[in-house]
């Protein structure tokens, strides 16, 4: 009876210490959930079952690895056209939406990389070009795809290191103001005439809200979302000054967060008439858009890509546009700030010319992947609303989400590469605006963040610098 | 002579740890786990929050400069003010609630062990899932609680529930109490019947009320258990996240963001490169705080143990 009492003691012990490890998986770019055994991961396994399926020969397995939050149906399809295009690479491509970062550093840790990964998340390009862990892709620029890029996509200095390109950016993401038509025509103004200047926009917010009646607002402000500052100042001052994203002169050289001043002071404003959407102090992206689509907000602003979002993935129940995103009357607008999204880079892996195969593949068929989900793509041919072909989605918005021509990519951006000490101009911000939103009159405390704010980010210049993260070229 | 008492010792231990290898061997994969996934992670911890590291770069060594950053952080100790408010706040209502309900619960009714399933399911519903609902019931716009609240003419506009500090944390202790009063509610439980029940009839004859039984010996009598379900209530309330994250996400503004999230945001949310370093340095100094805060209330409880 004890030697039994021992033997059963050995086996759940064993059990426990089994059930603890090969649990967990990942997802795959069908959507489904693979489960993990221990020492593979579920690519490995998929491609080794498809492999196996293949008669005669043996493909070379090239994985993805992407930040998206779901599958992503232009990727996808994207993949099988050159899976069936070719024998000897087969594709496949995983998504790990929040937990990307963190897997991303225990697989490059681990010398498990994948041969093709998203640089996103804080992953920046250059960081892993230093280690050694990319490969630079300039051959699989073309004369396909020099031809019909927009040449901005190729200038950030973010995607070089020492001269070499690492990175061509896909996507092109701007910011305009999206409207609720079925709002304008309700409060007496032209649903084919969204306001040109800031001024205007803060007149017609009142209106739409006045005629709303408690029920609709004029304007979304979502400030629960970290960088909500980035999308409603940093655009506008980007088109009509030299400061750029996040206080940056970018003919000075220096830091000048004074100039979002007035911005700032623009939204304050808004809010103190009333003419904001109620809950905008813990308002997320994902509930203001549901609520646009449900047409109770008039106008607000949002990433040139959510025409592809609203028609393929919320039930949109009014009709919309998209604007350029007004200015001040005094001011006039030249380029609106753009950045070149979905930044894959090729890991210098074994298999980095079949990965650069189908790198090159993607740069010249992004045609592909916007006839299942329609975004601004760097490839012009892209953008064109006849190749779209999605006759059966409805998609609004698409003259201003998907022009490109009034958009600029700058070259370099220090706050992307600066270890900031303290809160960044975001949460300095939103602080300020709920205490605004208590009634406190915040301008005194507007100008000692301002100053603190330039002093602080001057000092993560200084360092980055220092610590060999910003080329001092880059900043003269 | 020593040379004997040693080799006694061993054999003694030896015999000990024979004796019990059953469970020694139970305990072992606990072990493994706490030692892999607890002391190693704090340790690893521990030893990069003396570096500035963004999780890619080689880590640059700083010796004490995050923990002297963290000193001069206005808002990390703006989140450990909201941490000790809530730590202060969640149990203050929690356990009066859950010791109530479990008062009466004990009591033999139609409909009881009904009545304990329903208090207790939101222990085993996701947090981050009842705290997205809340943030729905609370909204300002469209939402339950303010249309129910105007039907009944309590209020004749709605209430920003979530528009300053004061209001925000007040949803997030409702919360926290409704998804944890089930837990502590069947500790008490078991807690009121290890009393033996001549205690109460010694009482009854003796011409105690109610009340005077409940604070004379229901409470005294639960002592230990008192002390550890109360210690356990601040340590979970000290460790929030998920639910303030679904609820607030640290708005408005900072004033509700609680050391765990200030954590997790400069580990995995910063703008630019990833602090994690400095992210490690507040790991360890808010672990000690946790630490010194139970300590302190273990101490000065320890005479609730009858």
Not at chain 1, 181 to 191: H, S
């Amino acid at each position: 009876m004890k030697r039994m009492k021992q033997f059963y003691a050995v086996v759940m012990a064993g059990v426990l210490v089994l059930s603890a490890t090969g649990c967990g998986g990942s997802k795959t770019g069908d959507g489904t959930t693979t489960p993990v055994a221990s020492g593979e991961n579920a690519a490995s396994t998929k491609n080794k079952t498809e492999s196996s399926m293949v008669a005669g020969g043996v493909k070379t397995e090239i994985r993805i690895w992407t930040k998206g939050s779901g599958p992503d149906e232009g990727i996808q399809k994207l993949i099988e056209a050159f899976n069936e295009s070719q024998e000897e690479v087969q594709v496949t491509y995983e998504y790990y939406g929040e937990n990307y970062t963190s897997v991303v550093q225990m697989a490059i840790s681990g010398d498990s990389a994948p041969d093709i990964l998203e640089c996103s998340g804080g992953i920046t390009v250059q960081t892993l070009a230093k280690q050694g862990s990319l490969v630079p892709v300039e051959d699989c620029v073309t004369d396909v795809v020099q031809e019909n890029y927009n040449q901005s996509a190729f200038t950030p200095e973010e995607f070089y290191l020492n001269g070499e390109l690492y990175s061509v950016p896909v996507r092109v993401s701007a910011y305009r103001l999206l409207y609720n038509k079925d709002l304008f025509e309700k409060a007496g103004l032209n649903p084919e005439a969204p306001p040109q200047t800031l001024e205007e926009m803060r007149e017609y917010a009142q209106k739409i809200t006045e005629a709303g009646g408690g029920e609709t607002y004029g304007f979304g402000l979502p400030l629960g979302v970290a960088q909500i500052w980035e999308r409603v100042i940093d655009p506008i001052s980007y088109a009509t000054s030299d400061v750029q994203r996040y206080g940056w002169n970018n003919v000075t050289k220096s830091y000048d967060f004074g100039a979002n001043k007035k911005y700032f002071e623009f939204y304050v404003d808004l809010m103190r008439d009333g003419s904001l959407f109620p809950g905008y102090l813990t308002l997320g992206i994902d509930t203001l858009r549901a609520n646009f689509a449900a047409g109770t907000i008039g106008m607000y602003i949002d990433g040139t890509w959510m025409p592809g979002s609203y028609a393929t993935q919320i039930d949109t129940k009014c009709n919309w546009d998209a604007a350029p995103i007004p200015v001040f009357a005094e001011d006039r607008a030249d380029k609106y700030w753009a950045e070149g999204g979905v930044n894959w880079v090729v890991t210098n892996g074994k298999n980095v010319e079949a990965a650069k195969k189908f790198y090159t593949f993607w740069l010249e068929n992004q045609t592909i992947a916007n006839t299942y989900m329609p975004v601004p793509r760097n490839d012009a041919r892209a953008n064109d609303l006849d190749a779209l072909g999605v006759e059966d989605l409805n998609l609004q918005g698409v003259e201003y989400s998907f022009k490109t021509d009034d958009l600029d990519i700058p070259k370099f951006e220090p706050h992307k590469f600066i270890s900031l000490e303290g809160d960044d101009r975001n949460t300095v911000f939103t602080n300020l605006f709920a205490k605004a939103a208590e009634g406190t009159d915040i301008s005194a405390a507007l100008d000692v963040a301002v100053e603190d704010l330039n002093k602080r980010y001057t000092q993560g210049l200084k360092d980055a610098v220092a610590e060999g993260n910003i080329a001092e070229e880059s900043i003269k | 002579m020593a040379t004997v008492k040693g080799n006694g010792r061993k054999k003694r231990l030896w015999a000990e740890i024979k004796g019990y290898r059953q469970q020694y061997l139970m305990m072992t994969p606990t072990i493994i786990m706490v030692m892999m996934f607890g002391i190693y992670p704090l340790l690893y911890v521990l030893y990069y929050s003396f570096f500035k590291y963004d999780g890619f770069s080689e880590p640059l060594f700083i010796g004490l400069r995050n923990y002297v950053r963290l000193f001069q952080d206005s808002t990390y100790w703006n989140s450990v003010k909201n941490t000790l408010q809530m730590g202060v706040a969640i149990p203050l209502v929690q356990i009066p609630c859950s010791l109530l309900l479990a008062v009466l619960l004990n009591q033999k009714f139609r409909g009881q062990s009904l009545a304990r399933a329903v208090i207790f399911v939101p222990n085993i519903t996701s947090t981050a899932i009842m705290a997205i609902v809340f943030y729905f019931m609370f909204a300002s716009y469209n939402g339950i609680i303010n249309g129910v609240l105007m039907k009944l003419g309590v209020i004749d506009r709605a209430i920003e529930w979530f528009g300053n500090g004061m209001m925000a944390k007040t949803v997030i202790v409702l919360f926290c109490t409704w998804s944890g009063v089930g837990f502590y509610m069947v500790l008490f439980l078991s807690a009121l019947q290890s009393i033996p029940s001549e205690v109460y009839e010694s009482a009854k004859v003796d011409g105690a009320n109610k009340v005077q039984t409940f604070f004379g010996i229901t409470i005294p009598m639960m002592g230990s258990m008192f002390q550890t379900i109360t210690a356990l209530c601040i340590m979970n309330a000290l460790k929030l996240f998920d639910s303030v994250k679904a609820l607030t996400n640290g708005g408005p503004g900072n004033s509700t963001e609680v050391m765990t999230m200030y954590i997790y945001r400069y580990f995995f949310e910063t703008m630019g490169t990833a602090q994690q370093g400095y992210a490690s340095a507040v790991s360890i100094l808010s672990t000690i705080l946790v630490m010194v805060i139970t300590l302190v209330y273990v101490r000065c409880t320890r005479k609730m143990n009858y």
